[in-house]
């Protein structure tokens, strides 16, 4: 495969949580809580942020570091399952927003999770065919847990966007496949605020099981082990997911060191992955080889065998700010104010 | 603001789209169709080109707002400030993502993507720029090593963690 990624940019908002705060909420030991999920703290998103402001600073960043003309975009695609509109394209507006339409084909994509690495795929087709210059896809959310439910203690918000194409590609895509059942693990039905989960059911036969059967199928047609590669990143609900499923594949905490962001800025969702592979490119040096694996409940995988090239030293990656930043940075906030933010108090009718 | 008056201000909103003068260079938001600078006004017409401001400025001066604007409750207080841009224009804009006693006249900012207001819970949302500190201009929080997530782990809790 020719296609590759050409230039990425993440965003996370600037507020924070700890699960010891959310537990001191709802009388249970959150610190131990954020422990067993590996997660120090949450991102939280200003009340005029959404989805479609995360995917649009992030491919504002993208397009300024890959000095892309935003008129050569043919394709983009904005992956996520918190959609500000149940019917209006968040990608359209995102377009706008950059300078990119008219001329472009655009469309929301949803697959819990994963819907950002589909988007990827989507694009790496577009452009291995040579119907478009560069697709764009983004990985994107802000999601919520019911008050008082374990998805609280770790949903956050952020994304990050990846722009697709043939030239000055500074990872290509070697191999891409994915791993799909009809597995009831996490939904959220029409009308409904909160998403409901399968509690332990989530684990086992859902993620574990399609990440391990992708990681494996990809590198048996990649020819590949754990050792071929320099990092690698999973979908991490969690921080302690992902470290599982990696050792038991047979990698290193040194290969996973920098595709786990969950951890610093909870599960972003749609962008977790896709955030994970842009703080493994911020730091990552030419001709490493990267596997990512992502995960949407419902249920799916997609993996990537990717490998850095040449054109990675020269790319601008100290514009804008890098994902460490993210991690490192943020402003701690009380419940009492997260819950403003998300709405989570009722203000009457109006 | 009726939809359409709202969807035909997009490129300034969005994009900060404004106008300059071919003649004198001088750059106007939103965009004007003459140039009230230069001395024949008559002869800037149709020399006035599209121009995008860099969305980069400094705060020129700015108020704390207690009693918000309609949409606005859930950010009180909020600081709404006169932004000088790089380029020339002034601009109103809020600045986001700061406490309202870090704001102060020459601060450093950049455009941001925000979502301005919602026609009530079932209407259209409107999105333009907003204003932040620039992040390098900030003073860096307490650094957190990429160690304290290995330390962290500990085996599976009772309550099982979920996916998404």
Known sequence: ???GIVSYGAYVPRYRITPAEIGRVWGIDGAGMGNNLNVLRKSVPSPDEDTITISTEALRLALARGGIDPQTIGALYVGSESHPYAVKPTATVVAQAVGATPFLTAADFEFACKAGTAAIQT???LVGAGMIRYGVAIGSDTSQGAPGDALEYSASAGGAAFVLGREHVIAQVHHTLSYTTDTPDFWRREGQRYPSHGGRFTGEPAYFRHVTECAQKIMEVAGTEAKSYAHVVFHQPNGKFPQRVGKTL???????????????????YSGAALIGLANVLDHAGPNERILVVGYGSGAGSDAFDLVTTDELVTFPRTIGRPVQQFLDRGQEIPYSIYAKFRGKIHMGEN | MSIARFWRETPQRYNLGGSKCSDCSIVYFPPRSVCP???SHRRSIGRMVPFQL???GE???YTVVHEAAEGFDMQVPYVLALVKTVEGPLLTGQIVDVEADEVRIGLPVRAMFRKLREEGKAGVIHYGYKFAPREEDRAPAE?????DASRA???EGRRGPTTA
């Open chain 1, 123 to 125: 694009c790496l087709g």
């Open chain 1, 250 to 268: 047979g990698f290193s905490e040194a290969q996973m060191r920098y595709g786990l962001v969950t951890p610093y800025i909870g599960n972003t």
């Open chain 2, 37 to 39: 600078n230069c001395s």
């Open chain 1, 1 to 3: 495969m020719e296609a």
């Open chain 2, 54 to 56: 860099s969305g980069d």
């Open chain 2, 153 to 155: 782990a500990t085996p």
């Open chain 2, 143 to 147: 650094p957190r090593g990429q160690r």
């Open chain 2, 59 to 61: 705060v020129f001066s």
